[in-house]
């Protein structure tokens, strides 16, 4: 860290929005781990655990700081010396998100944070949590493109802005290409649904491997941004694509084509997807290109397969990617150093695209070009593991058709429902009708109880 000169001056929808559910649920959250927040260590740049400091700015974010943030926040140091910032990991699961809203609500020196996933980005939208940015976004022209009404990439409510996207994550499927050609398969450059289906049946011949972890979120790929809900803000379960996913996938998983749901429960599979793909137990993968810098460390992960990549299949014509636009930042409401906070932000959203491909984010506001994407993605020597240019043409062909859920009612409880009855369904233990019909049902009085409110 630099040495620290002496600071500056420190400077909708009718239906009632998420801050209501938002400081229930982290009222809720603070009793429950206040102490284990006070006994965990959290790494941060130049030692561990989280400081209070009137001086410095706080920034939290689930990336490790050598994947990409270290180097920017350093360029960031240069252009800004009077800003001296300390910069706090906290791990991005359950239980470090969990930590994270505690912190928020119980007044930890926090300035800057970063939110990953719609459902954790419901419990930090409100103004109670997150500062109005809305008046800083409009003042900077670089940044008009976030506020686009027909692909938003903001938290929006009214003039009100809580939360920008830094990132385009799209989707796609990764192939272990020794798998596939062994089974015959040739790469996709575009394939339907039922062309997937195909290709992941004859991958999984072999027993003990399975054609894919899970299917891609078909109602996703259909539907499109705010896919739970109607355009009159009802429970959307009722979708035909929604009862056809859970019935696909349960079935796929009972003819061994997917991997077993036990198992994945069992093992934490959907934590450490990368470690299962790379001992070939599933020969595809449906990820992000986050996951590339799994395949690209040699010494954690290694193998000697080479890795090719193909697009989302398309739905009766329908052709959205399951990949959003994400990793949030946001200023906390309660920080006393919201110009400096606000200086950041613009700072790393409008400079960091290079500092944070290494982490396998490609930044929304961005000049680089695409054989320097590849390359940050992909990592030196990338053709050995890589074949680079079916990745050229499945993240920039088209390109992707991102989306950003906006109607964030009730969004952590539907999604707690959701999981609850695909866990039961793809046990096997219950039918994909009785598990769809109780998500809707529980859906709908989730939307009803806060239309009362």
Same mark, same amino acid.
């Given at each position: ?20 559910? +938002? ?32 001086? +410095? ?397």
């Amino acid at each position: 860290m630099q040495s620290r000169p002496a600071p500056p001056p420190r400077p909708p929808r009718p239906r009632p929005a998420e801050p209501a559910l +938002t400081r229930r649920g982290l009222m809720g959250l603070a009793g429950a781990s206040a102490a284990a927040l006070g006994a965990t260590t959290l790494s941060g740049c130049g030692g561990a655990g989280a400081s209070t400091d009137p001086d +410095t700015l706080q920034v939290w974010s689930g990336l490790p700081p050598e994947s990409g943030p270290q180097s920017l926040i350093d360029r960031f140091q240069e252009a800004h010396p009077d800003i001296p910032v300390r910069y706090t990991r906290y791990v991005n699961d359950d239980r470090g998100n969990l930590k994270v809203n505690t912190a928020l609500q119980g007044g930890v020196d926090i300035d800057v944070f970063f939110t990953f996933g719609i459902a954790n980005l419901a419990m930090r939208g409100g103004t109670d949590i997150a500062a109005d940015l809305g008046d800083r976004v409009r003042a900077t022209p670089e940044l008009a493109g976030l506020l686009d009404p027909d692909e938003p990439m903001a938290l929006m409510d009214g003039d009100t802005i809580t939360a920008l996207a830094t990132t385009r994550a799209p989707n796609f499927i990764l192939f272990n290409d020794t798998l596939r050609e062994e089974a015959g398969v040739e790469l996709p450059s575009s394939w339907t649904w039922q062309e997937y289906l195909e290709v992941i049946d004859a991958l999984s011949g072999e027993e003990g491997r399975h054609g894919s972890y899970t299917l891609p979120d078909m109602p996703r790929i259909a539907i499109g941004p705010d896919y739970r809900l109607t355009a009159e803000g009802d429970s959307n379960f009722s979708h035909p694509a929604f009862l056809e996913h859970f019935a696909t996938s349960a079935q796929l998983i009972r003819d061994g084509v997917l991997y077993p749901w036990s198992q994945a429960l069992a093992r934490q599979v959907e934590v450490y997807q990368q470690n299962n793909f790379v001992a070939g137990d599933f020969t595809s993968w449906v990820t992000a290109p986050f996951s590339l810098r799994f395949l690209n460390d040699q010494e954690a992960y290694p193998h000697d397969f080479r890795v090719s990549a193909a697009p989302m299949p398309t739905v009766e014509d329908q052709d959205w990617n399951t990949g959003e636009y994400g990793a949030f930042i946001q200023v906390n409401a309660k920080s006393k150093k919201q110009e400096w906070a606000w200086e950041f932000c613009k700072f790393w959203l409008l400079e960091g695209a290079r500092d944070m491909l290494k982490a396998g984010y490609m930044s929304i506001i961005s000049d680089v070009e695409e054989d320097e994407i590849l390359e940050g993605l992909l990592g030196e020597g990338a053709e050995e593991f890589f074949d680079v240019e079916s990745f050229r043409h499945t993240i920039f062909d088209g390109p992707p058709k991102l989306h950003m859920d906006t109607d964030l009612t009730a969004y952590s409880e539907i999604s707690l429902k959701y999981e609850q009855q695909r866990d039961v369904c793809w046990l096997l233990e219950r039918s994909p009708e009785n598990a769809i019909r109780t998500v809707d049902r529980n859906t709908q009085a989730l939307v009803d109880r806060f239309a009362e409110e």
